[in-house]
RNA sequence: GUGAUCGUAGCUCAGUCGGUUAGAGCGUCAGAUUGUGGAUCUGAAGGUCGCGGGUUCGAGCCCCGUCUUUCACCCCA
């Protein structure tokens, strides 16, 4: 038999990895609860209709589908079959898949349960999701995401709130952040001025990969993907833009100053400025038109964070998206929300050491292990510490001490209880603090009381 | 989906031009120490060289396929 394993991009977490994990879910969710949001939860499948088109072209790829239980090929015509013709064959053997992100299943979740909610909802919702995508360095066939959102609102206060959130969080745990903002209503604008108003994803595409490949590759870009010289040439001020970010909305309000929906854009940015302003926010805030973000329901403010001082992909991103809820038949809500990547936050927080050292929480006392009427004390002095809250284990069987005192340091417990023959005689047990490797006799209750008071 | 890349003990890695029985450090286990962990010393166990096929008298090493890892593109948390 060959060595078990695992599909591509998923992954194992030892208990080391874990505690670092829950520390970075407890952080998240104490904020989100802080900020007064409630938690759901949606299933890990979902009826394909649902998921498919709200992606993109790229994201139908991603999404993995599950085949139909039992005979799949029951209702699939030999037409296709013969032809190998994957698309139309789709339908027929698979109408579930994998959820892809934890905002299309909201919005979803939102229309099914409208009469239950009381607008603004604000929810989040931490759950794995899946993408089929090749692996890399902060990429995973399964990850977990981290969603706020809140529907129900055209606030601007929401957009800033959401800020204002990832900056709670990313200061709790220590990692120094540039928060990105962007709005989908500029990039329409600027779309519309240049003449291309039915090209924003192309124009968005390409203008997003700026500061990688550089404005002559972009411009190449643009030209293959039909557009014209004339409308590259109006672009070239916008992709020049620069200085602050009240700089750089001065010189677009007069580019954009015939397109309605780019001047509303801008009065929207520069309301959540002035939010972000009263709710004190410290971290960089960057005016960053070549966020652009693939996912095509977002209408508004599109934001995203990156860590300073690592190359990572983005780690938190969201937006406001004015009717998503509309493609599940209940138009006109609005919604706004981020979400946290928490596997790439891990992977931060593991490449800067910002892990502290405390994140592993394992058991305080082990009682020690004799055998026969001293086993039998141990168990109920181990209950006795239990019922006190205590987080304890007894050695399993009355190995030599040497064996039993290994295996306490290496789970690094902090206190070893032994309870020999002599002990019993007395009844006085002897405590070995593992740290200082002092050792003293107390009573069973004084050894519980001492324990409840260190809290270590 | 396109193009590269990696895989040898639990971990990190050596392994010469294709040549006998594949090595080291760390870790593990046992003992030195029969009621006391970490340090030290002694010893031991541990391998289908990712998997499958091929070339060869002979393959860890060469060839093909496949899976996995990592990376770039695409896209994204």
Redesign the pocket.
């Known amino acids: ?3 078990p ?1 695992i ?4 992954r194992d977490f030892t208990p080391v990895e874990m505690a670092r994990r829950n520390y970075i879910f407890d952080t998240i969710r104490s904020v989100f609860m802080l900020y007064g949001y409630q938690p759901i939860e949606t299933p890990a499948m979902e009826n394909l209709s649902t998921l498919m088109g709200k ?2 072209e ?2 139908d ?2 999404l993995f589908k599950v085949l139909n239980s039992g005979d799949f090929l029951a209702g699939t015509d030999e037409k296709s079959l013969l032809a190998r013709d994957s698309n139309k064959l789709l339908k027929h053997v698979s109408e579930k898949g994998l959820r892809y ?1 934890l905002t299309v299943p909201f919005a979803r979740f939102v229309v099914q349960h409208r009469n239950d909610i009381v607008f603004p909802f604000k929810r989040y919702q931490i759950q794995p999701v899946w ?11 399964e ?1 977990y ?1 981290c969603d706020v959102d809140v529907v129900g609102s055209n606030s601007l206060i929401y957009e800033a709130e959401m800020a204002r959130i990832a900056e709670d969080i990313f200061q709790r745990l220590g990692i120094s952040v540039i928060i990105k903002l962007n709005n989908r209503k500029i990039l329409a604008g600027i779309a519309e001025v240049i003449g291309e108003a039915g090209r924003i994803t192309d124009i968005t ?1 390409a203008i ?2 700026l500061e ?2 550089g404005l002559a590759a972009v411009n190449d870009e643009l030209r293959q993907k039909g557009l014209s010289d004339e409308a590259v040439t109006n672009l070239q001020p916008i992709l020049k833009l620069q200085g602050s970010n009240q700089q750089k909305l001065e010189k677009l309000t007069a580019i954009l100053e015939h397109s309605e929906t780019g001047l509303k854009g801008i009065e929207e940015m520069k309301t959540v400025f002035s939010y972000l302003d009263a709710l004190k926010l410290t971290a960089e805030v960057q005016l960053d038109l070549t966020l ?4 095509n329901y977002y209408t508004g403010a599109i934001i ?2 990156k860590a300073r001082d690592i190359q990572m ?5 969201g937006g406001r998206y004015d009717d998503l809820t509309g493609i599940f038949g209940m138009p006109g809500v609005s919604g706004v929300g981020i ?3 928490a ?2 936050i891990y992977d931060v927080m593991h490449e800067l050491s910002l892990f502290p050292e405390s994140t592993t929480q394992t058991t305080r006392v082990m009682v020690a292990n ?1 055998g026969g009427e001293a086993e039998l004390a141990g168990l109920s002095f181990l209950y006795r510490l239990q019922k006190a809250q205590i987080s304890s284990e007894m050695y399993p069987e009355p190995a ?4 039993q ?2 295996y ?3 789970k690094k417990i902090p206190f ?1 209880v ?1 309870i ?4 019993l005689s007395t009844g006085q047990y ?1 405590v ?6 002092e ?1 003293q006799k107390y009573s069973p209750a004084e050894i519980v009381a001492k324990l409840l008071g260190l809290n270590i």
């Open positions: 038999m060959s060595a394993s599909p591509k991009g998923t992606y993109g790229e994201g790829k991603l992100d993408r089929a995508d090749r692996p890399q360095k902060g990429r995973y066939r990850f995401q595409v997003d990969k990688k490949i652009a973000r693939g996912l995203e964070i992909g983005s780690i938190s991103g979400s946290f990547g596997d790439r004799f030599k001490m040497k064996k005192f290994t306490a340091d290496q070893i032994i020999g023959s002599e002990e002897q070995k603090n593992m740290v200082t490797g050792q």
